[in-house]
């Protein structure tokens, strides 16, 4: 039993290294959020300060401390700020988080098999490995508020592990908390007593190890915040508090985004390729609950229902915001894979639904046939996505084998190679769509043919990765629209006046512009200023601003 253990653990270690840090180095940081945080490390290291995050060179706090000091370690280990460097612990926190995976459907259900399926199915999951492979914080976090939930549940199976778990539960809630907020305390906390209270268990936290979990949870937790108070003050609370979560609980960030069914509907696409699957089990899980022998699928009920219930409500919705429920949902969905693909009298659900979902990927090859069509100055060589095309279509088709001739397993595998399979184009194709999502070579071609000066005018998009590749002061052109949700210290110049006093400060600038924005400038400084027209990379306009001699 334990070499088999082994062996799946091996192969789980394996597969997720290919999928999360394979080529992570390739593709430069992205606009906007991978720079935003690697440049917040960056600048904390150029000011020799470990405590406050910074960016454009003043204190920021739209996230805690805990992924900054992780990037900055990443540097330090990598030498330096490169791409791998930055991204290397979001993957390493993404492997990590399928091994515990793993190992809580072991607790739960003592089925090896199955406790591999559930690693295969987060690992292999879009959304999971989209975040293992970037620079955000919510890997960071839903792994640890994960291993908070793996501890708790670990002592309350074997009561001898009882005291250890428990302190274990406080600890990885406080450093969730010095990740993202407080709601690395709320979520698993309030899903451990909601499932305590149903169960009439209540008691069980009333122990010598929560009071010892509860000291250390401060300890570990409090003084960043004490600390961040003490110096800012009333500056931190507003932007921290007031700004990033309850504002955010009361309007929309990102309008689109604020419908009730904008959950629900990331909760199965963002699990692709399993996303039927996912939706199935879920219908079963609740019918699992009553279930007083395993009170597993309570507890995932518990903590799944949580996560969805705190954040449907606010206003301001991201799929990254219920992250922290796709481990249960692999657990669920491993659960119920393999209890209908391995046993006869119920596998014909598991074929129906196989069936199903390979009819849904047979799509992404005409999709991707029609996109080229479509967009043919995206790509300067269409083979790669032919090969592609063609090795993806070899995957459906070996899946469609499987399942016809009941092999479910080796099915299994093969869907979960299905998202991954897109990871082996980047080394083809990163030249080519570089351009288009990261500000570093339109950076490059500026500062090394142009006397660039001390600062860049760029559109909202560009400002951070126009700022951590080059170094210099930024400021924003995007006329007519709001400010950032977190406002940054630079100039933010949305009205046709600002951008006439600022040039009278600057009348001579380089600019980083979007198409829009080149017509909206251009119309602003008619007959005062000239436009010179110097480069288009990817969607990157690179433009000159001098005053009419």
Request: proline share 5%; charged share 15%; with cysteine.
């Amino acid at each position: 039993m334990k070499s088999k253990n082994l062996k799946y653990i091996l192969i789980l270690i394996a597969l997720s290294y290919v999928f999360f840090m394979f080529g992570n180095s390739l593709v430069s940081l992205t606009n906007p959020d991978e720079v935003f945080y690697t440049l917040s490390a960056k600048e904390m290291a150029e000011h020799n300060t470990w405590m406050t995050p910074i960016l454009f060179n003043q204190p920021q706090f739209e996230k805690p401390i805990f992924t900054y000091w992780l990037i900055r370690i990443g540097f330090i280990i990598f030498g330096g700020a490169t791409n791998f460097a930055a991204r290397f612990f979001p993957a390493l926190f993404a492997m990590l988080g399928v091994l515990a995976v793993y190992f809580l459907s072991l607790l739960a259900f003592n089925n090896q098999k199955k406790a591999f399926i559930s690693g295969l199915i987060l690992m292999s999951g879009g959304l999971y490995i989209g975040l293992a492979r970037t620079v955000f914080t919510d890997m960071i976090f839903s792994v640890l508020i994960l291993f908070s939930f793996v501890s708790f549940f670990w002592g309350y199976l074997n009561n001898a592990k009882k005291n250890l778990s428990l302190v274990l539960f406080f600890i990885f809630m406080a450093l969730a908390v010095l990740t993202k907020g407080p709601l690395g305390f709320l979520i698993p906390f309030l899903a451990v007593v909601i499932f305590l209270l149903i169960r009439k268990e209540v008691k069980y936290l009333f122990s010598k190890s929560v009071a010892w979990g509860v000291l250390l949870f401060i300890l570990i937790s409090f003084p960043w915040y004490i600390l961040m108070f003490q110096k800012y003050g009333a500056a931190f609370i507003q932007e921290f508090f007031v700004n990033d979560h309850i504002r955010r609980l009361l309007e929309a960030e990102h309008l689109s985004n604020d419908t009730w069914y904008f959950y629900p509907f990331s909760m199965f696409g963002c699990t692709a390729p399993w996303s039927l699957f996912t939706a199935v089990s879920l219908f079963f899980l609740f019918k699992n609950v009553k279930d007083k022998a395993r009170p597993a699928y309570l507890f995932l009920a518990c903590w799944i229902g949580v996560v969805f219930l705190i954040f449907q409500p606010a206003h301001s919705k991201l799929v990254s915001y219920i992250f922290p429920m796709f481990a249960a949902l692999a657990v669920v969905c491993g659960d119920f894979i393999y209890n209908t693909a391995f046993l006869e009298q119920k596998n014909r659900q598991f074929f129906v639904i196989s069936l199903l979902s390979l009819a849904v990927f047979f799509l992404v090859p005409i999709g991707m046939e029609v996109a080229m069509q479509k967009f043919p100055g995206y790509l300067s060589s269409r083979l790669p996505v032919y090969v592609f095309i063609a090795l993806f279509s070899i995957l459906l088709i070996s899946a469609l084998r499987f399942i016809l001739r009941y092999k479910f397993f080796k099915a299994v595998y093969v869907f979960a190679f299905i998202v991954p399979a897109f990871i082996f184009m980047v080394p083809f194709v990163c030249n080519d769509i570089e351009p288009y999502i990261s500000s570093k070579y339109a950076t490059k071609f500026l500062m090394k043919n142009y006397p660039v000066g001390d600062t860049i005018l760029c559109s909202k998009f560009y400002v951070r990765g126009v700022r951590f590749y080059t170094g210099k002061d930024v400021a924003v052109f995007n006329m007519g629209a709001g400010n950032f949700f977190s406002p940054h210290p630079i100039p933010f110049l949305n009205q046709d006046q600002k951008v006439k006093d600022f040039l009278k400060i600057h009348p001579s600038i380089y600019c980083v512009l979007k198409k829009s924005a080149v017509k909206d400038i251009e119309r602003i400084i008619a007959g005062e200023y000239k436009v010179t027209f110097l480069k288009q990379i990817g969607d990157e306009y690179l433009l000159k601003v001098d005053p009419v001699s």
